[in-house]
Structures are given as structure tokens and as C-alpha cells.
């Protein structure tokens, strides 16, 4: 099979970068192995603060709402983060002290939502707080769900859920509710604001992420769209490179046949989705065997305080200056390197999702330009 470019992972990088490819009407595959980071997603796009146009289109081209304003967010034990442009289901607020009375709202036999971490944190902010639990019988008992299963049954009953909070009101000026809302309608978490008489604060739960996976799913659904072959469940088992270009790649499932291509983009991740690799001696890129920025001393890579920056997390493949990765210190002519598997070697594209698209858009014009070459 013949592509234009082939694309190895299909979390925020990958998917960008075949959106951005075939908008531009070259033909793409995505091969991608399983969940991405994404699906642990907290809505705040990292080390991107004010979206530029290209990334607004992006978003707003595939549905996904966002908003931006410098401030902070409720996070899942009850303490805040700043934050900036995120994703519209997420809360922001000038200040930690959100308000004057909350109500927390949990589902009976949910344990996936700490509520009452969530209530302790809002009255260190000086809030009063209740908790309150949500019994919908029809969708009883939600303590063997996980937060996506609650989600889809939410799609149905999220109108239910603000008619039963409505009569658990009495003079709170914030709701807390968990993050279990909109799976496949972005537009419920704005509907559910609406429907309330006070503001309300969607809080992350235990994993998955149900806004990660909806912005996933709408990601992916993009790509497709525009005519984008997404491979799911199907891994890069290795490449053949010859004459310092990449020719092809071998998939699990796809075995004999290989997957050929002008150009070729790495989009695997890091440690975390396996982009990156280590044992005690080293750490290595699986596929190609790309040359990764790592520390040879191992004492080195990480800080024994657990809550400190750990070194190992700014290992990444090396690139040259156009994101080509390089193999033995040369550049692989047609191999771009984006995301999260760039570690922290290339900081000008910032970091988490910030890197994932400004990589992503980087290594596109790339191979676009080289195209009209
Ligand atoms: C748990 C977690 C939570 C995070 N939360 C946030 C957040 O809230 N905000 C933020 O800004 N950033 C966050 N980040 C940072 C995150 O890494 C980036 O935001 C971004 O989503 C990374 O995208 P990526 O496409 O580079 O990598 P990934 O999302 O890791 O995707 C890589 C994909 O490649 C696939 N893959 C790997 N090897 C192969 C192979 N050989 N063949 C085929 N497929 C392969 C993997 O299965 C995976 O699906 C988080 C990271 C982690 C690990």
C-alpha cells in the first residue's frame, strides 16, 4: 500500500499532522496501537496560553470548543492549577476563591469523583460546602462504572441530572459536578451551564477522560473526513531505510504487506505509549533506532524527590533543525520526529500539548515545502 505519508501514532501530534496533510491533499495513513495520552487528558492545553489562528482552526474545523483566559482551574483532589486555553467543558476562574457557597454534586455509589477532597479544598478557599449525592435509579448501581461508561449513559440523561440538581439548590452560587458529561455532544457541558441557576465548575475524574476521549474521537473523525486511512490497533514493528531515506514499514497486523511512503512522521510519544524505551543502561526509540538525547550516567535521569521535575522526562529523539530525526548523528532525509517522543530536546515548541501541535504544524510545512522543492 502507497501513501503519501505514513504517520506512526495517532494521539494529539499524529492526528494533527494528518489533518494539517490532508487538507492539503496528500494521502495519509495513520498507524496507531491503542489509547494515547489523550485519553488522560485534563482539558488545559499545556504551554499554549493564547491559541494562534492555525490552531483555532484546527479546533473550531473538527468542533472542539475551547476558551481561553488566563486563570485558574479545580482540579480532581480539590486544589488549583493556572491554566489557560482549555477546553470548554473546563471550569476557569480569576482566583482560587470561586466563590461564596458550592454545592458538590456526586452519583450515588460513584467512587471515581473525590468530592469530598473537592469540598475540603473549597473551604480552605473560605467557601461554604455540601455534598449531595444523585440517585438515578434507571442507570443504578454506577460503582462498577468507570467515568467513560457513565458518560455514555450521560448522553441521555444529562437533561435529567440538572432538573434533580435544580431541587438540590438553595443558595449556593457554585455547582461542582464531575467531568462525565458530553461523550459524543460537545455542546452539553455549555447546555448543562445554561440549565443551572449558579456558575458550575466540571471537575476531573479518576481515567479515562471523557474530554480527552471526545476530543479524540472528534480528532479522528476530522482526519477521517478529509479522507485520512486510520489504522487502529495496528503497531510499526520496524522500517527499512536505505540510502539515508525510509522506504517503508512493517505492521503487526498487516505482516507482508508493506506500508510505503514519500515521507514518514514519528508520532509515537514518549515513555508513557512506548515512543521511547529504557533498560538500566539506556534509553532507546524502538522503531528505527533513532539517536535519543539521554544522560549516559543512570544516576542521573531521575530526582529522588518524587514531586520534583525528573530528568528522564526531558529525554526525546534528536532532530535537526527541520524535526528530520537523526540515526548514527545524520539526518534521515524523509523521517520527522514530533510530540511528546521529542521529549524536551526541542524546547521552542513548548511542551504537552503546546509541542504535540506546534511539532505537528512544523514537521506538515516541512513536507510540504519539500513537496513544491
Ligand atoms: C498521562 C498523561 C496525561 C497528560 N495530560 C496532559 C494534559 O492534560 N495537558 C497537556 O497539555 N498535556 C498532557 N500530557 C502531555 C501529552 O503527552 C501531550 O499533551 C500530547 O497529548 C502527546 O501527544 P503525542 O501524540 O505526542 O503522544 P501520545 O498521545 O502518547 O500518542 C502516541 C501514540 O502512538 C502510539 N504508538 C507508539 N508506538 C507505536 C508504534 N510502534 N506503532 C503504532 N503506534 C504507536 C501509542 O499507542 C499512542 O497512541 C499528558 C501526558 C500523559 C502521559
Request: net charge negative; hydrophobic share 40%; charged share 20%.
Amino acid at each position: 500500500m502507497k501513501f503519501d505519508t505514513i504517520i506512526i501514532g495517532g494521539g494529539l501530534a499524529g492526528l494533527t499532522a494528518g489533518i494539517s496533510l490532508q487538507k492539503e491533499g496528500l494521502k495519509c495513513a495513520i498507524v496507531t496501537t491503542g489509547q494515547n495520552a489523550l485519553h488522560f487528558f485534563s482539558g488545559t492545553f499545556e504551554s499554549v496560553k493564547e491559541p494562534s489562528q492555525r490552531m483555532t482552526e484546527l479546533f473550531s474545523e473538527a468542533g472542539i470548543r475551547v476558551h481561553y483566559s488566563e486563570g485558574v482551574r479545580l482540579m480532581p483532589l480539590g486544589t488549583f492549577s493556572e491554566a489557560d486555553l482549555s477546553l470548554e467543558d473546563v471550569s476557569l476562574f480569576p482566583q482560587p476563591k470561586i466563590g461564596r457557597k458550592a454545592l458538590v454534586v456526586n452519583l450515588t455509589g460513584y467512587h471515581d469523583f473525590f468530592s469530598s477532597f473537592i469540598a475540603e479544598g473549597l473551604e480552605k478557599q473560605g467557601l461554604e460546602c455540601r455534598i449531595r449525592f444523585l440517585s438515578l435509579p434507571e442507570f443504578s448501581p454506577f460503582s462498577a462504572m468507570r467515568s467513560a461508561d457513565i458518560a455514555r449513559k450521560m448522553d441521555q440523561a444529562w437533561e435529567k441530572v440538572v432538573q434533580e440538581v435544580r431541587l438540590l439548590i438553595k443558595d449556593e452560587d457554585t455547582v461542582v459536578l464531575p467531568q462525565v458529561f458530553g461523550l459524543t455532544d460537545p455542546s452539553v457541558p455549555g447546555r448543562i451551564r445554561q440549565g443551572l441557576p449558579a456558575q458550575v465548575a466540571f471537575v476531573g475524574t479518576m481515567p479515562p477522560s471523557v474530554p480527552g476521549i471526545r476530543t479524540q474521537i472528534q480528532l479522528k473523525k476530522r482526519f477521517e473526513v478529509l479522507g485520512g486511512t486510520y489504522l487502529m490497533g495496528d503497531m510499526v514493528e520496524n522500517a527499512h531505510v536505505h540510502d539515508g531515506r525510509v522506504h517503508s514499514v512493517v505492521t503487526k497486523n498487516l505482516d507482508q504487506h508493506y506500508l510505503e511512503a514519500d515521507s514518514f512522521i514519528l508520532a509515537s510519544g514518549g515513555f508513557f505509549s512506548k515512543g521511547l524505551k529504557s533498560n538500566p543502561f539506556e534509553v532507546s526509540e524502538p522503531v528505527f533506532g533513532l539517536d535519543v538525547d539521554f544522560d549516559s550516567d543512570r544516576n542521573t535521569w531521575y530526582n529522588p524527590s518524587f514531586a520534583s521535575d525528573q530528568p528522564y522526562m526531558n529525554y526525546g529523539v534528536k532532530t535537526d533543525s527541520a524535526l528530520r530525526a537523526c540515526r548514527d548523528g545524520v539526518a534521515i532525509e524523509n523521517l520527522y520526529a514530533i510530540g511528546s517522543v521529542l521529549g524536551n530536546t526541542r524546547p521552542e515548541f513548548g511542551s504537552g500539548a503546546g509541542l504535540a501541535i506546534r511539532s505537528a504544524f512544523a514537521a506538515t510545512d516541512e513536507i510540504l515545502k519539500n513537496r513544491k522543492a
